[in-house]
Protein backbone atom coordinates (compact mmCIF):
# COMPACT_ATOMS: atom_id res chain seq x y z
CA UNK A 1 0.00 0.00 0.00
CA UNK A 2 3.12 2.19 0.83
CA UNK A 3 3.85 1.78 -2.77
CA UNK A 4 0.63 2.41 -4.27
CA UNK A 5 0.69 5.94 -2.15
CA UNK A 6 4.03 7.06 -3.44
CA UNK A 7 3.26 6.04 -7.19
CA UNK A 8 0.82 8.25 -7.64
CA UNK A 9 2.81 11.25 -5.75
CA UNK A 10 6.13 11.50 -8.22
CA UNK A 11 6.90 14.68 -6.10
CA UNK A 12 5.51 16.16 -3.59
CA UNK A 13 1.98 15.00 -4.48
CA UNK A 14 1.62 16.18 -7.93
CA UNK A 15 1.28 13.61 -10.93
CA UNK A 16 3.63 13.57 -13.46
CA UNK A 17 0.80 15.09 -16.01
CA UNK A 18 0.46 17.37 -13.32
CA UNK A 19 4.09 18.65 -14.08
CA UNK A 20 3.76 18.46 -17.66
CA UNK A 21 1.08 21.06 -17.37
CA UNK A 22 2.80 23.34 -15.05
CA UNK A 23 6.22 23.30 -17.01
CA UNK A 24 4.36 23.92 -20.53
CA UNK A 25 2.24 26.50 -18.66
CA UNK A 26 5.16 28.43 -17.33
CA UNK A 27 6.93 28.22 -20.54
CA UNK A 28 4.38 28.96 -22.88
CA UNK A 29 3.82 32.30 -20.29
CA UNK A 30 6.95 33.26 -19.53
CA UNK A 31 9.19 32.49 -22.58
CA UNK A 32 7.21 31.85 -25.45
CA UNK A 33 4.26 34.98 -25.04
CA UNK A 34 7.00 37.61 -24.35
CA UNK A 35 9.36 36.26 -26.94
CA UNK A 36 6.51 35.93 -30.09
CA UNK A 37 3.64 38.81 -28.60
CA UNK A 38 5.12 41.93 -29.22
CA UNK A 39 1.89 44.51 -29.41
CA UNK A 40 1.08 46.43 -26.54
CA UNK A 41 -2.29 45.71 -27.30
CA UNK A 42 -2.26 42.25 -26.35
CA UNK A 43 -0.80 42.85 -22.91
CA UNK A 44 -2.62 45.51 -21.70
CA UNK A 45 -5.82 44.80 -23.38
CA UNK A 46 -6.26 40.93 -22.85
CA UNK A 47 -3.19 39.38 -21.35
CA UNK A 48 -3.39 41.81 -18.50
CA UNK A 49 -6.91 41.84 -17.50
CA UNK A 50 -7.34 38.24 -18.11
CA UNK A 51 -5.04 37.41 -15.44
CA UNK A 52 -5.74 39.99 -13.10
CA UNK A 53 -9.55 38.65 -13.25
CA UNK A 54 -8.54 34.86 -13.49
CA UNK A 55 -7.21 35.64 -9.88
CA UNK A 56 -10.46 37.36 -8.35
CA UNK A 57 -12.29 34.31 -10.00
CA UNK A 58 -10.08 32.02 -8.30
CA UNK A 59 -11.15 33.67 -5.46
CA UNK A 60 -14.81 33.44 -6.02
CA UNK A 61 -13.86 30.02 -6.89
CA UNK A 62 -12.60 29.14 -3.18
CA UNK A 63 -15.47 30.61 -1.12
CA UNK A 64 -18.56 29.67 -4.11
CA UNK A 65 -17.44 26.84 -6.03
CA UNK A 66 -15.44 24.76 -3.05
CA UNK A 67 -16.96 26.29 -0.18
CA UNK A 68 -20.53 26.52 -2.05
CA UNK A 69 -21.24 29.80 -0.45
CA UNK A 70 -23.02 31.75 -2.96
CA UNK A 71 -21.14 35.24 -2.56
CA UNK A 72 -21.51 38.17 -4.72
CA UNK A 73 -19.30 41.01 -3.63
CA UNK A 74 -15.97 39.92 -5.41
CA UNK A 75 -15.66 43.95 -6.35
CA UNK A 76 -16.41 44.89 -3.45
CA UNK A 77 -13.13 43.10 -2.11
CA UNK A 78 -11.03 43.98 -5.12
CA UNK A 79 -11.69 48.17 -4.35
CA UNK A 80 -10.65 47.30 -1.06
CA UNK A 81 -7.20 45.70 -2.22
CA UNK A 82 -6.71 48.31 -4.65
CA UNK A 83 -7.17 50.95 -2.59
CA UNK A 84 -5.10 49.82 0.48
CA UNK A 85 -2.68 48.84 -2.22
CA UNK A 86 -3.13 52.97 -3.33
CA UNK A 87 -2.49 54.42 0.45
CA UNK A 88 0.06 51.71 1.32
CA UNK A 89 2.40 52.97 -1.08
CA UNK A 90 1.16 56.73 -0.59
CA UNK A 91 1.81 56.68 2.93
CA UNK A 92 4.64 53.44 4.41
CA UNK A 93 7.61 55.40 2.67
CA UNK A 94 10.12 52.24 0.57
CA UNK A 95 7.30 49.81 1.68
CA UNK A 96 8.32 47.08 -1.31
CA UNK A 97 5.52 46.35 -3.61
CA UNK A 98 4.75 42.84 -3.08
CA UNK A 99 4.60 43.71 0.64
CA UNK A 100 2.23 46.21 -0.03
CA UNK A 101 0.50 43.94 -2.56
CA UNK A 102 0.44 41.32 0.22
CA UNK A 103 -0.82 43.52 2.80
CA UNK A 104 -3.57 44.54 0.71
CA UNK A 105 -4.71 41.25 0.00
CA UNK A 106 -4.67 40.87 4.13
CA UNK A 107 -7.42 44.19 4.44
CA UNK A 108 -9.55 42.79 2.21
CA UNK A 109 -9.49 39.26 4.00
CA UNK A 110 -10.67 41.16 6.81
CA UNK A 111 -13.61 42.72 4.92
CA UNK A 112 -13.68 39.23 3.60
CA UNK A 113 -14.47 37.81 7.22
CA UNK A 114 -16.76 40.62 8.35
CA UNK A 115 -19.02 40.62 5.27
CA UNK A 116 -18.67 36.26 5.84
CA UNK A 117 -20.85 36.73 8.57
CA UNK A 118 -24.16 36.35 7.57
CA UNK A 119 -23.07 32.71 5.57
CA UNK A 120 -23.52 31.51 9.32
CA UNK A 121 -27.39 32.02 9.33
CA UNK A 122 -28.19 32.60 5.82
CA UNK A 123 -28.12 30.22 2.50
CA UNK A 124 -28.57 30.66 -1.58
CA UNK A 125 -30.03 33.95 -2.43
CA UNK A 126 -30.35 35.15 0.90
CA UNK A 127 -26.57 34.89 1.13
CA UNK A 128 -25.88 36.30 -2.37
CA UNK A 129 -28.16 39.24 -1.00
CA UNK A 130 -26.22 39.87 1.84
CA UNK A 131 -23.18 39.35 0.50
CA UNK A 132 -24.19 42.52 -1.77
CA UNK A 133 -23.71 44.34 1.14
CA UNK A 134 -20.02 44.63 0.89
CA UNK A 135 -20.07 45.44 -2.49
CA UNK A 136 -21.92 48.79 -1.82
CA UNK A 137 -20.22 49.32 2.00
CA UNK A 138 -16.80 48.84 0.88
CA UNK A 139 -17.13 51.43 -2.07
CA UNK A 140 -19.54 54.13 -0.45
CA UNK A 141 -17.09 53.82 2.57
CA UNK A 142 -13.90 55.08 0.22
CA UNK A 143 -16.15 57.50 -1.51
CA UNK A 144 -17.08 58.84 1.79
CA UNK A 145 -14.25 59.38 3.59
CA UNK A 146 -11.40 61.76 1.75
CA UNK A 147 -8.64 59.79 3.43
CA UNK A 148 -9.03 56.96 1.34
CA UNK A 149 -8.20 58.97 -1.67
CA UNK A 150 -6.19 61.04 -0.26
CA UNK A 151 -8.39 64.38 -0.72
CA UNK A 152 -8.09 64.20 -4.29
CA UNK A 153 -11.30 65.88 -5.80
CA UNK A 154 -11.03 64.89 -9.69
CA UNK A 155 -12.29 61.92 -9.02
CA UNK A 156 -9.29 59.96 -10.66
CA UNK A 157 -6.10 59.70 -9.30
CA UNK A 158 -3.57 58.27 -10.70
CA UNK A 159 -2.11 54.77 -9.41
CA UNK A 160 1.75 54.92 -8.73
CA UNK A 161 3.98 53.08 -10.79
CA UNK A 162 5.28 49.68 -9.86
CA UNK A 163 8.58 49.54 -8.34
CA UNK A 164 10.47 46.70 -7.59
CA UNK A 165 14.11 46.59 -5.96
CA UNK A 166 14.69 50.01 -7.61
CA UNK A 167 13.49 49.05 -10.96
CA UNK A 168 10.58 50.70 -12.37
CA UNK A 169 8.09 48.43 -14.14
CA UNK A 170 5.84 50.32 -16.53
CA UNK A 171 5.67 49.04 -19.58
CA UNK A 172 3.16 46.19 -20.33
CA UNK A 173 5.59 43.46 -20.76
CA UNK A 174 7.17 44.47 -17.53
CA UNK A 175 3.86 44.97 -15.88
CA UNK A 176 2.86 41.39 -17.32
CA UNK A 177 5.69 39.63 -16.13
CA UNK A 178 4.86 40.68 -12.24
CA UNK A 179 1.37 39.92 -12.26
CA UNK A 180 2.74 36.54 -13.81
CA UNK A 181 4.77 35.98 -10.71
CA UNK A 182 1.86 36.56 -8.69
CA UNK A 183 -0.64 35.14 -10.38
CA UNK A 184 1.70 31.67 -10.25
CA UNK A 185 2.36 31.49 -6.96
CA UNK A 186 -1.12 32.00 -5.82
CA UNK A 187 -2.71 29.77 -8.27
CA UNK A 188 0.02 26.97 -7.01
CA UNK A 189 -0.88 27.84 -3.19
CA UNK A 190 -4.69 27.62 -4.40
CA UNK A 191 -4.22 24.12 -5.65
CA UNK A 192 -2.66 22.48 -3.03
CA UNK A 193 -5.41 24.46 -0.66
CA UNK A 194 -7.89 23.09 -2.54
CA UNK A 195 -6.12 19.46 -3.27
CA UNK A 196 -5.75 18.87 0.93
CA UNK A 197 -7.43 19.23 3.70
CA UNK A 198 -8.29 22.80 3.27
CA UNK A 199 -9.91 21.89 0.26
CA UNK A 200 -11.72 18.93 1.44
CA UNK A 201 -13.23 20.74 4.05
CA UNK A 202 -14.39 23.59 2.23
CA UNK A 203 -16.23 20.82 -0.52
CA UNK A 204 -17.58 18.29 3.02
CA UNK A 205 -19.42 22.31 4.01
CA UNK A 206 -20.63 22.42 0.81
CA UNK A 207 -21.98 19.16 0.05
CA UNK A 208 -23.52 18.53 3.50
CA UNK A 209 -22.79 20.75 6.06
CA UNK A 210 -24.17 19.20 8.87
CA UNK A 211 -22.36 15.43 8.17
CA UNK A 212 -19.58 17.88 7.57
CA UNK A 213 -20.04 19.10 10.97
CA UNK A 214 -20.36 15.96 12.34
CA UNK A 215 -17.13 15.01 11.39
CA UNK A 216 -15.27 17.55 13.32
CA UNK A 217 -15.47 20.10 11.35
CA UNK A 218 -16.41 23.47 12.41
CA UNK A 219 -18.45 25.33 10.24
CA UNK A 220 -17.99 28.74 11.42
CA UNK A 221 -14.22 28.35 11.05
CA UNK A 222 -14.35 26.48 7.39
CA UNK A 223 -16.92 29.31 5.88
CA UNK A 224 -15.05 32.28 7.68
CA UNK A 225 -11.36 30.82 6.38
CA UNK A 226 -13.07 30.64 2.54
CA UNK A 227 -14.58 33.96 2.40
CA UNK A 228 -10.78 35.29 3.70
CA UNK A 229 -9.48 33.55 1.11
CA UNK A 230 -11.42 34.78 -1.32
CA UNK A 231 -11.14 38.16 -0.38
CA UNK A 232 -7.47 37.70 0.07
CA UNK A 233 -7.18 36.92 -3.56
CA UNK A 234 -10.14 39.13 -4.85
CA UNK A 235 -7.73 42.17 -3.07
CA UNK A 236 -4.61 40.92 -4.78
CA UNK A 237 -6.13 40.92 -7.90
CA UNK A 238 -8.13 44.24 -7.72
CA UNK A 239 -4.56 45.92 -6.14
CA UNK A 240 -3.32 44.51 -9.84
CA UNK A 241 -6.24 45.15 -11.85
CA UNK A 242 -5.83 48.86 -10.00
CA UNK A 243 -2.10 49.47 -10.94
CA UNK A 244 -1.77 47.35 -14.25
CA UNK A 245 -4.85 48.03 -16.28
CA UNK A 246 -6.44 50.65 -14.96
CA UNK A 247 -3.60 52.32 -13.96
CA UNK A 248 -6.10 54.55 -11.94
CA UNK A 249 -8.43 54.00 -9.04
CA UNK A 250 -11.82 54.74 -9.23
CA UNK A 251 -14.39 53.04 -7.06
CA UNK A 252 -16.75 53.30 -9.86
CA UNK A 253 -14.55 51.07 -11.53
CA UNK A 254 -15.64 48.18 -8.81
CA UNK A 255 -19.15 48.27 -9.83
CA UNK A 256 -21.49 45.15 -9.04
CA UNK A 257 -21.20 44.76 -12.76
CA UNK A 258 -18.00 43.50 -12.23
CA UNK A 259 -19.01 41.48 -9.23
CA UNK A 260 -21.40 39.47 -11.47
CA UNK A 261 -18.79 39.12 -14.34
CA UNK A 262 -16.48 37.05 -11.57
CA UNK A 263 -19.54 35.33 -10.64
CA UNK A 264 -20.20 34.54 -14.41
CA UNK A 265 -16.28 33.91 -15.12
CA UNK A 266 -16.49 30.86 -12.27
CA UNK A 267 -20.29 29.21 -13.54
CA UNK A 268 -19.06 29.46 -16.92
CA UNK A 269 -15.39 28.27 -16.41
CA UNK A 270 -16.87 25.41 -13.89
CA UNK A 271 -17.67 25.15 -10.08
CA UNK A 272 -14.70 24.08 -7.99
CA UNK A 273 -12.35 23.51 -10.71
CA UNK A 274 -9.49 26.24 -10.29
CA UNK A 275 -8.61 26.16 -14.04
CA UNK A 276 -12.21 26.98 -14.73
CA UNK A 277 -11.17 30.13 -13.01
CA UNK A 278 -8.87 30.77 -15.77
CA UNK A 279 -11.06 29.33 -18.42
CA UNK A 280 -13.87 31.19 -17.71
CA UNK A 281 -11.80 34.82 -17.29
CA UNK A 282 -10.77 34.01 -20.81
CA UNK A 283 -14.30 33.48 -22.34
CA UNK A 284 -15.89 36.67 -20.23
CA UNK A 285 -12.84 38.77 -21.66
CA UNK A 286 -13.07 37.34 -25.28
CA UNK A 287 -16.23 36.73 -26.52
CA UNK A 288 -17.14 40.68 -26.59
CA UNK A 289 -13.79 41.26 -28.45
CA UNK A 290 -14.27 38.27 -30.61
CA UNK A 291 -18.15 39.56 -31.35
CA UNK A 292 -16.80 42.92 -31.87
CA UNK A 293 -14.22 41.68 -34.79
CA UNK A 294 -16.70 39.48 -36.35
CA UNK A 295 -19.00 42.41 -36.60
CA UNK A 296 -16.15 44.57 -38.14
CA UNK A 297 -14.69 42.37 -40.39
CA UNK A 298 -17.91 39.81 -41.74
CA UNK A 299 -20.33 42.58 -41.43
CA UNK A 300 -18.25 45.42 -41.98
CA UNK A 301 -19.76 47.93 -39.35
CA UNK A 302 -23.39 46.80 -40.89
CA UNK A 303 -24.95 45.89 -37.37
CA UNK A 304 -24.64 47.95 -34.83
CA UNK A 305 -22.50 48.21 -31.85
CA UNK A 306 -25.41 48.15 -29.24
CA UNK A 307 -26.88 45.41 -31.18
CA UNK A 308 -23.61 43.70 -30.81
CA UNK A 309 -23.59 44.08 -27.33
CA UNK A 310 -27.00 43.13 -26.34
CA UNK A 311 -26.52 39.72 -28.60
CA UNK A 312 -23.43 39.81 -26.15
CA UNK A 313 -26.00 40.04 -22.80
CA UNK A 314 -27.99 37.41 -24.81
CA UNK A 315 -24.80 34.46 -25.12
CA UNK A 316 -23.83 35.36 -21.70
CA UNK A 317 -27.34 34.92 -20.25
CA UNK A 318 -28.15 31.64 -22.26
CA UNK A 319 -24.68 29.86 -21.73
CA UNK A 320 -25.15 30.42 -17.98
CA UNK A 321 -28.49 29.07 -18.50
CA UNK A 322 -27.44 25.78 -20.22
CA UNK A 323 -24.13 25.15 -17.99
CA UNK A 324 -26.31 25.70 -14.63
CA UNK A 325 -28.64 22.97 -15.98
CA UNK A 326 -26.91 20.75 -18.32
CA UNK A 327 -22.97 20.70 -16.97
CA UNK A 328 -23.06 22.68 -13.67
CA UNK A 329 -19.23 21.69 -13.67
CA UNK A 330 -18.64 24.57 -17.06
CA UNK A 331 -16.20 24.72 -19.52
CA UNK A 332 -13.29 23.06 -17.25
CA UNK A 333 -15.50 19.90 -17.11
CA UNK A 334 -16.36 19.84 -21.01
CA UNK A 335 -12.41 20.45 -21.82
CA UNK A 336 -12.06 17.32 -19.46
CA UNK A 337 -14.40 15.58 -22.06
CA UNK A 338 -12.78 16.42 -25.03
CA UNK A 339 -9.50 15.42 -23.89
CA UNK A 340 -10.34 12.29 -22.59
CA UNK A 341 -12.25 11.12 -25.77
CA UNK A 342 -9.09 12.51 -27.70
CA UNK A 343 -6.04 10.09 -25.38
CA UNK A 344 -9.27 6.97 -25.73
CA UNK A 345 -8.40 7.61 -29.89
CA UNK A 346 -5.29 6.97 -29.82
CA UNK B 1 -21.12 -15.58 25.36
CA UNK B 2 -19.18 -12.88 26.42
CA UNK B 3 -16.33 -15.26 27.52
CA UNK B 4 -15.09 -15.78 23.93
CA UNK B 5 -14.81 -11.99 23.03
CA UNK B 6 -11.88 -10.09 22.32
CA UNK B 7 -13.63 -7.14 24.36
CA UNK B 8 -16.22 -7.83 26.57
CA UNK B 9 -19.32 -6.10 27.57
CA UNK B 10 -18.69 -3.54 30.17
CA UNK B 11 -19.61 -0.39 32.03
CA UNK B 12 -22.30 1.61 30.36
CA UNK B 13 -20.06 4.48 28.56
CA UNK B 14 -23.46 6.73 27.03
CA UNK B 15 -26.35 7.02 29.44
CA UNK B 16 -29.56 9.26 28.22
CA UNK B 17 -32.10 9.99 31.32
CA UNK B 18 -35.09 11.51 30.85
CA UNK B 19 -35.19 13.25 27.60
CA UNK B 20 -37.73 14.53 25.93
CA UNK B 21 -38.11 16.26 22.33
CA UNK B 22 -40.77 17.90 21.11
CA UNK B 23 -41.27 19.53 17.42
CA UNK B 24 -44.06 22.19 18.04
CA UNK B 25 -47.27 20.32 19.08
CA UNK B 26 -45.35 17.01 18.14
CA UNK B 27 -43.90 14.79 21.04
CA UNK B 28 -40.91 12.89 18.95
CA UNK B 29 -39.41 11.65 22.52
CA UNK B 30 -41.33 11.65 25.85
CA UNK B 31 -39.27 10.85 28.85
CA UNK B 32 -36.91 8.59 27.72
CA UNK B 33 -33.82 6.80 29.26
CA UNK B 34 -31.42 3.94 28.57
CA UNK B 35 -27.75 3.25 28.41
CA UNK B 36 -25.54 2.02 26.12
CA UNK B 37 -22.90 -0.61 27.57
CA UNK B 38 -18.93 -0.57 26.74
CA UNK B 39 -18.27 -2.85 23.68
CA UNK B 40 -21.80 -3.78 23.26
CA UNK B 41 -23.85 -3.82 19.61
CA UNK B 42 -27.22 -2.32 20.72
CA UNK B 43 -29.94 -1.74 18.51
CA UNK B 44 -32.84 0.16 18.47
CA UNK B 45 -36.01 -0.83 17.35
CA UNK B 46 -39.70 0.75 16.99
CA UNK B 47 -42.44 1.39 14.29
CA UNK B 48 -41.54 4.46 11.38
CA UNK B 49 -42.09 7.55 13.14
CA UNK B 50 -41.22 6.27 16.85
CA UNK B 51 -38.46 8.64 17.27
CA UNK B 52 -35.65 6.85 17.15
CA UNK B 53 -33.26 9.07 14.21
CA UNK B 54 -34.22 12.09 16.37
CA UNK B 55 -33.07 10.10 19.11
CA UNK B 56 -29.53 9.59 17.32
CA UNK B 57 -29.49 13.20 16.89
CA UNK B 58 -30.33 14.32 19.92
CA UNK B 59 -27.23 12.73 20.95
CA UNK B 60 -25.78 14.08 18.33
CA UNK B 61 -26.64 17.47 18.84
CA UNK B 62 -28.57 18.02 15.63
CA UNK B 63 -31.53 18.64 17.88
CA UNK B 64 -31.54 20.19 21.27
CA UNK B 65 -33.97 17.97 23.94
CA UNK B 66 -36.14 19.94 25.64
CA UNK B 67 -35.65 17.82 28.82
CA UNK B 68 -33.12 15.48 30.32
CA UNK B 69 -29.55 14.98 29.61
CA UNK B 70 -26.72 13.04 28.37
CA UNK B 71 -23.41 11.55 29.90
CA UNK B 72 -21.05 10.42 27.73
CA UNK B 73 -17.96 8.05 29.77
CA UNK B 74 -19.16 9.57 32.98
CA UNK B 75 -19.48 13.37 32.01
CA UNK B 76 -22.61 14.96 31.51
CA UNK B 77 -22.68 17.18 28.40
CA UNK B 78 -23.54 20.50 28.19
CA UNK B 79 -24.72 22.40 25.48
CA UNK B 80 -24.32 19.20 22.82
CA UNK B 81 -23.58 19.93 19.09
CA UNK B 82 -22.59 17.88 16.15
CA UNK B 83 -18.73 19.07 16.97
CA UNK B 84 -18.35 18.51 20.20
CA UNK B 85 -19.60 15.08 20.06
CA UNK B 86 -17.19 14.42 17.23
CA UNK B 87 -14.30 15.44 19.57
CA UNK B 88 -15.49 13.03 22.27
CA UNK B 89 -15.06 10.39 20.15
CA UNK B 90 -18.92 9.77 18.83
CA UNK B 91 -19.44 9.24 15.14
CA UNK B 92 -22.15 8.50 13.04
CA UNK B 93 -23.93 7.81 9.78
CA UNK B 94 -27.64 9.02 8.65
CA UNK B 95 -30.62 7.40 7.71
CA UNK B 96 -30.71 9.44 4.32
CA UNK B 97 -27.08 9.46 3.22
CA UNK B 98 -25.06 12.54 4.01
CA UNK B 99 -22.57 12.09 1.96
CA UNK B 100 -20.59 14.64 0.28
CA UNK B 101 -21.82 13.76 -3.02
CA UNK B 102 -19.26 15.34 -5.49
CA UNK B 103 -16.32 14.17 -3.88
CA UNK B 104 -15.05 11.15 -4.36
CA UNK B 105 -14.93 8.01 -1.69
CA UNK B 106 -11.19 8.00 -1.00
CA UNK B 107 -12.40 11.76 -0.21
CA UNK B 108 -15.29 11.40 1.44
CA UNK B 109 -13.62 8.64 3.84
CA UNK B 110 -10.34 11.33 4.34
CA UNK B 111 -13.14 13.86 5.31
CA UNK B 112 -13.64 11.30 8.35
CA UNK B 113 -10.03 11.68 9.30
CA UNK B 114 -10.63 15.28 10.06
CA UNK B 115 -9.59 15.63 13.82
CA UNK B 116 -6.58 13.46 13.10
CA UNK B 117 -5.28 16.34 10.46
CA UNK B 118 -3.83 19.07 12.12
CA UNK B 119 -2.12 21.34 9.90
CA UNK B 120 -3.89 25.06 9.12
CA UNK B 121 -4.20 26.46 5.49
CA UNK B 122 -1.05 27.82 5.28
CA UNK B 123 0.78 24.69 6.15
CA UNK B 124 -1.82 22.77 3.22
CA UNK B 125 -1.16 25.96 0.89
CA UNK B 126 2.70 25.85 0.98
CA UNK B 127 2.79 22.27 0.96
CA UNK B 128 5.06 21.68 4.34
CA UNK B 129 6.53 18.79 5.53
CA UNK B 130 3.64 18.33 8.02
CA UNK B 131 0.79 18.68 6.08
CA UNK B 132 2.63 16.31 3.52
CA UNK B 133 3.34 13.79 5.73
CA UNK B 134 0.29 13.87 7.43
CA UNK B 135 -1.82 13.58 4.44
CA UNK B 136 0.17 10.54 3.60
CA UNK B 137 -0.24 9.29 6.93
CA UNK B 138 -3.87 9.18 6.58
CA UNK B 139 -3.75 8.52 2.95
CA UNK B 140 -2.58 5.15 4.28
CA UNK B 141 -5.06 4.93 6.82
CA UNK B 142 -8.08 5.41 4.56
CA UNK B 143 -6.37 3.25 1.60
CA UNK B 144 -7.05 0.41 4.60
CA UNK B 145 -10.80 1.10 5.32
CA UNK B 146 -11.07 1.11 1.66
CA UNK B 147 -9.53 -2.47 1.22
CA UNK B 148 -11.52 -3.71 4.07
CA UNK B 149 -14.70 -2.77 3.13
CA UNK B 150 -14.02 -3.83 -0.58
CA UNK B 151 -14.76 -1.13 -2.34
CA UNK B 152 -10.88 -0.23 -3.78
CA UNK B 153 -12.39 -0.31 -7.45
CA UNK B 154 -14.86 2.50 -7.00
CA UNK B 155 -12.56 4.64 -4.64
CA UNK B 156 -11.83 7.63 -7.54
CA UNK B 157 -15.52 7.48 -8.34
CA UNK B 158 -17.73 10.24 -7.20
CA UNK B 159 -20.53 8.84 -4.79
CA UNK B 160 -22.86 10.77 -6.25
CA UNK B 161 -22.77 8.21 -8.70
CA UNK B 162 -22.23 5.30 -6.69
CA UNK B 163 -25.96 2.98 -6.41
CA UNK B 164 -27.07 3.15 -3.06
CA UNK B 165 -26.01 -0.10 -1.19
CA UNK B 166 -22.27 1.18 -1.91
CA UNK B 167 -22.88 4.71 -0.54
CA UNK B 168 -24.21 3.44 2.33
CA UNK B 169 -20.78 1.34 2.61
CA UNK B 170 -18.74 4.89 1.94
CA UNK B 171 -20.92 6.68 4.78
CA UNK B 172 -19.72 3.46 6.90
CA UNK B 173 -16.08 3.90 5.99
CA UNK B 174 -16.39 7.49 6.63
CA UNK B 175 -17.74 6.88 10.73
CA UNK B 176 -15.12 4.36 10.66
CA UNK B 177 -12.16 6.63 9.56
CA UNK B 178 -12.95 8.59 12.32
CA UNK B 179 -11.65 6.15 14.70
CA UNK B 180 -14.17 6.75 17.07
CA UNK B 181 -14.53 4.34 20.02
CA UNK B 182 -18.42 4.53 19.28
CA UNK B 183 -20.33 4.39 16.52
CA UNK B 184 -24.62 5.04 15.77
CA UNK B 185 -25.37 3.61 12.89
CA UNK B 186 -29.11 4.48 11.47
CA UNK B 187 -30.47 2.15 9.55
CA UNK B 188 -27.07 1.07 7.53
CA UNK B 189 -28.77 -2.01 6.05
CA UNK B 190 -31.83 -0.15 4.42
CA UNK B 191 -32.48 -0.77 0.61
CA UNK B 192 -30.00 -3.46 0.63
CA UNK B 193 -30.60 -7.17 -0.63
CA UNK B 194 -30.15 -10.30 1.31
CA UNK B 195 -26.36 -10.27 0.48
CA UNK B 196 -25.32 -6.88 0.90
CA UNK B 197 -27.23 -6.94 4.79
CA UNK B 198 -25.28 -10.11 5.56
CA UNK B 199 -21.98 -8.29 4.01
CA UNK B 200 -22.71 -5.43 6.22
CA UNK B 201 -23.39 -7.49 9.21
CA UNK B 202 -19.82 -9.10 8.77
CA UNK B 203 -18.31 -5.60 8.88
CA UNK B 204 -20.10 -4.28 11.97
CA UNK B 205 -19.59 -7.51 13.72
CA UNK B 206 -15.46 -7.79 12.57
CA UNK B 207 -15.59 -3.69 13.76
CA UNK B 208 -16.64 -4.61 17.14
CA UNK B 209 -15.20 -7.65 17.47
CA UNK B 210 -11.39 -6.40 16.53
CA UNK B 211 -11.58 -2.76 17.43
CA UNK B 212 -13.85 -3.26 20.41
CA UNK B 213 -16.01 -0.24 18.97
CA UNK B 214 -19.63 0.44 20.67
CA UNK B 215 -22.37 0.46 18.26
CA UNK B 216 -25.69 1.57 18.26
CA UNK B 217 -28.09 0.68 15.56
CA UNK B 218 -31.34 1.55 14.24
CA UNK B 219 -32.47 -1.25 12.09
CA UNK B 220 -35.94 -2.39 10.60
CA UNK B 221 -35.03 -6.31 10.07
CA UNK B 222 -35.45 -8.05 12.70
CA UNK B 223 -33.72 -10.92 11.74
CA UNK B 224 -30.55 -8.33 11.66
CA UNK B 225 -31.26 -7.64 14.54
CA UNK B 226 -31.72 -10.67 16.55
CA UNK B 227 -28.51 -11.86 15.09
CA UNK B 228 -25.85 -9.40 15.78
CA UNK B 229 -27.21 -7.45 18.72
CA UNK B 230 -26.53 -7.51 22.59
CA UNK B 231 -29.33 -5.24 23.44
CA UNK B 232 -32.33 -4.12 22.13
CA UNK B 233 -34.16 -0.79 23.05
CA UNK B 234 -37.58 -0.54 21.84
CA UNK B 235 -39.36 2.90 21.08
CA UNK B 236 -42.86 3.20 19.82
CA UNK B 237 -44.17 6.56 19.90
CA UNK B 238 -41.46 8.35 21.64
CA UNK B 239 -41.70 6.49 24.29
CA UNK B 240 -39.37 3.10 25.70
CA UNK B 241 -41.41 0.01 25.74
CA UNK B 242 -38.58 -2.31 26.45
CA UNK B 243 -34.64 -2.75 26.57
CA UNK B 244 -32.75 -5.73 27.25
CA UNK B 245 -31.25 -8.82 25.73
CA UNK B 246 -33.29 -9.68 22.02
CA UNK B 247 -35.01 -13.10 23.31
CA UNK B 248 -36.69 -11.17 25.99
CA UNK B 249 -37.75 -8.41 24.23
CA UNK B 250 -39.08 -10.59 21.28
CA UNK B 251 -41.22 -12.33 24.06
CA UNK B 252 -42.24 -8.76 25.41
CA UNK B 253 -45.94 -8.70 25.40
CA UNK B 254 -45.92 -5.23 25.20
CA UNK B 255 -43.57 -5.18 22.29
CA UNK B 256 -45.30 -7.69 20.11
CA UNK B 257 -48.16 -5.67 20.16
CA UNK B 258 -46.70 -2.75 19.47
CA UNK B 259 -44.37 -3.73 16.93
CA UNK B 260 -43.91 -7.39 15.85
CA UNK B 261 -47.93 -7.95 15.80
CA UNK B 262 -47.83 -5.10 13.00
CA UNK B 263 -46.69 -5.96 9.48
CA UNK B 264 -43.33 -4.97 9.71
CA UNK B 265 -40.80 -7.76 9.45
N1 LIG C 1 -37.07 18.11 12.11
C1 LIG C 1 -38.29 17.71 12.47
N2 LIG C 1 -39.32 18.60 12.53
C2 LIG C 1 -40.55 18.23 12.88
N3 LIG C 1 -40.88 16.98 13.22
C3 LIG C 1 -39.94 16.04 13.18
C4 LIG C 1 -38.59 16.35 12.81
N4 LIG C 1 -37.84 15.23 12.87
C5 LIG C 1 -38.68 14.26 13.24
N5 LIG C 1 -39.93 14.73 13.45
C6 LIG C 1 -41.09 13.95 13.90
O1 LIG C 1 -40.71 13.23 15.02
C7 LIG C 1 -41.26 11.93 14.98
C8 LIG C 1 -40.14 10.90 15.08
O2 LIG C 1 -39.40 10.91 13.87
P1 LIG C 1 -38.11 10.05 13.66
O3 LIG C 1 -37.52 10.42 12.35
O4 LIG C 1 -37.25 10.14 14.83
O5 LIG C 1 -38.72 8.58 13.56
P2 LIG C 1 -37.99 7.21 13.25
O6 LIG C 1 -38.30 6.32 14.38
O7 LIG C 1 -36.58 7.42 12.92
O8 LIG C 1 -38.79 6.74 11.97
P3 LIG C 1 -38.29 5.94 10.69
O9 LIG C 1 -38.31 4.51 11.01
O10 LIG C 1 -39.28 6.29 9.64
O11 LIG C 1 -36.94 6.45 10.36
C9 LIG C 1 -42.07 11.83 13.71
O12 LIG C 1 -43.44 12.06 14.04
C10 LIG C 1 -41.52 12.93 12.85
O13 LIG C 1 -42.53 13.44 12.02
MG1 LIG D 1 -35.40 7.24 11.28
Redesign the pocket.
Known sequence: MEQKVSNNNSFMGYTRSDLTNFLIAMILSFVAIPLVVQTDYWYSSILIPWLCLALAAIGQQIVMGYAGQLALGAAGFMAAGAFACFNLILRVPDIPFFVALGLSGLVAAAFGILFGLPSLRVRGIYLMVATLASQFFIVWMIDKFGWFKNYDTSGIITAQDIVILGKPFTSPLEMYLVILVVVTVLTILAVNMARGSTGRNWMAVRDMDIAAESMGISLLKTKLQAFAICAFYCGVAGALFAFTYLKSLEPVAFDIKLSFKILFMVILGGLGTISGAFIGAAFILLFPVLLNSVGNNVFHGAIDATIISSIEQVVFGVLIIVFMIYEPLGMAKLWGNIKQRFSRNK | MTIDRNFPIGEPVLEVKNISLR?GG?K?ITDSSFSVLKHEIKAII?P???????LLNCINGIYQPQEGSIAFKGEVLEKITPNLIAQKGISRTF?NLALFKRMSVLDNILVGRRLHMNSNFMQVAFQLPKARAEEKENLIKCEEIVDFLEIADIKNTPVGKLPYGLQKKVELGRALATEADFLMLDEPMAGMNVEEKREMCRFILKVNDELGTTMVLIEHDMGVVMDISDNVVV?DYGKIIADGPPDEVRANQEVIDAYLGVSHD
Open positions: FVAGNGAGKSSQL
